[in-house]
């Protein structure tokens, strides 16, 4: 019998179809990553950075780096802000190692990004999950005006605390310039 085919019992043949899906969807939730620590508050002693609209909170041994693509090989972490006119050369990064940029919406990337089918709600901000690989969770947060990437065993910790920034939003020009 092939699978998903219903034969004469009833719908015994769906059931390995039903369970593969739920699989999937679970794994493409959690961004092909594997699991996203639950909606909670801050840890204790980690750090809160702002970048556009959005806040995250890191440990406080992560090293902050803006406008580069290299994280940090000596530190247990790194939050990388924008990204550089120019992509760096980077040095060899511990498999160890983790590391969370965050970076203003490609429109043209976002667009033809494959997207999971669902989307999460995290502390009431709509993210939309790439697939990413089993190393590489991808978020966009386009009420933010942000997109996520994480890698490394911690970023299922750190995508968690994203949030809206309080305080006053960001002015923006409206000549672009």
């Known amino acids: ?25 679970s794994l493409t939730l959690a961004g092909w990553g594997g699991p996203v620590a639950p909606n909670r508050g801050t840890p204790k002693g980690w750090r809160t950075v702002v970048f556009a609209r959005a806040a995250i909170s890191i440990p406080q041994r992560w090293v902050v780096r803006r406008d580069s693509n290299c994280p940090d090989a000596q530190a247990p972490g790194t939050l990388l802000l924008g990204m550089p006119a120019v992509l760096e050369h980077c040095p060899a990064v511990p498999a160890s190692a983790s590391w969370v940029t965050m970076t203003a919406p490609d429109l043209a990337a976002s667009s033809s990004r494959l997207r999971a089918p669902g989307q999460l709600m995290v502390h009431g901000v709509r993210i939309d999950v790439g697939f990413g690989s089993p190393l590489v969770r991808q978020w966009d947060a386009p009420s933010l005006d942000v997109q996520v990437e994480a890698f490394g065993p911690l970023s299922g910790r750190i995508l968690p605390t994203l949030r809206r920034a309080t305080g006053p939003s960001p002015r923006r020009n409206p000549s672009g310039s």
């Open 1 to 25: 019998m092939a699978v998903g085919v219903q034969d004469r019992a009833g719908a015994r043949g769906c059931v390995p179809v039903v369970a593969a899906l739920v699989a999937v969807g």
